[in-house]
T-cell receptor, first 116, second 110 residues
Framework: NAGVTQTPKFQVLKTGQSMTLQCAQD?????MYWYRQDPGMGLRLIYY???????DKGEVPNGYNVSRLNKREFSLRLESAAPSQTSVYFC???????????????FGNGTRLTVT | DAKTTQPPSMDCAEGRAANLPCNHS???????VYWYRQIHSQGPQYIIH???NNETNEMASLIITEDRKSSTLILPHATLRDTAVYYC???????????FGGGTRLMVKP
């Protein structure tokens, strides 16, 4: 049981390049999330998917797109990378995010992205 | 969203109890308090959560004041491996996201 798996672990991009960060979970969770963490700071939510087929913006969605490919997979795409997107990106999943349902998040170990 | 306030850093001696405080004075009645921790370079790890009553699991205890305006996470016998950033989070009204603040950097010392 791997939990939440993120690929790649490290990536260096040049400004303007595009890439997709992959995330997969094997816990049969309904909800998935993408966070970013800048050096010395807490996590900020980029996008989330409450259930298969739905996606919504979080706190900092600009410059990103997401796809909930199926129940297991939730990808994050940078169409035109900028140095301000240099960060560590974490994917997470939870059983559900229905109002009042207190389902903990399970996180992957992150993708470290540098944009030069 | 209810905001949380935590001290930026704390030290604890190995083997002693670590008590990490959190202020959430604007919490509303149906919001839960969650605690996560992040060990260097890893993804955050869920520790415990609660609504009104005190909670205990194999990792920690959570004490929530009667007015719910503050809480304390207790690691009963801290080890060096407990050195991490600890985040206190309140789930927002829509229940659709957890907002992480700056957290408390706990250093467990030998």
């Amino acid at each position: 049981n791997a939990g939440v798996t993120q690929t790649p672990k490290f990536q260096v991009l040049k400004t303007g390049q595009s890439m997709t960060l992959q995330c997969a979970q094997d816990m049969n969770h309904n909800s998935m999330y993408w966070y970013r963490q800048d050096p010395g700071m807490g996590l900020r939510l980029i996008y989330y998917s409450a259930s298969e087929g739905t996606t919504d913006k979080g706190e900092v969605p600009n410059g990103y797109n997401v796809s909930r490919l199926n129940k297991r997979e939730f990808s994050l795409r940078l169409e035109s990378a900028a140095p301000s997107q240099t960060s560590v990106y974490f994917c997470a999943s939870s059983e559900a995010m229905t109002h009042g349902y207190n389902s903990p998040l399970h996180f992957g170990n992150g993708t470290r992205l540098t944009v030069t | 969203d209810a905001k949380t306030t935590q001290p930026p850093s704390m030290d604890c001696a190995e083997g002693r109890a670590a008590n990490l405080p959190c202020n959430h004075s604007t919490i509303s009645g149906n919001e839960y308090v969650y605690w996560y921790r992040q060990i260097h370079s890893q993804g955050p790890q869920y520790i415990i959560h609660g609504l009104k009553n005190n909670e205990t699991n194999e990792m920690a205890s959570l004490i929530i004041t009667e007015d719910r305006k503050s809480s304390t996470l207790i690691l009963p016998h801290a080890t060096l491996r407990d050195t991490a950033v600890y985040y206190c989070i309140v789930r927002n009204n829509a229940g659709n996201m957890l907002t992480f603040g700056g957290g408390t950097r706990l250093m467990v010392k030998p």
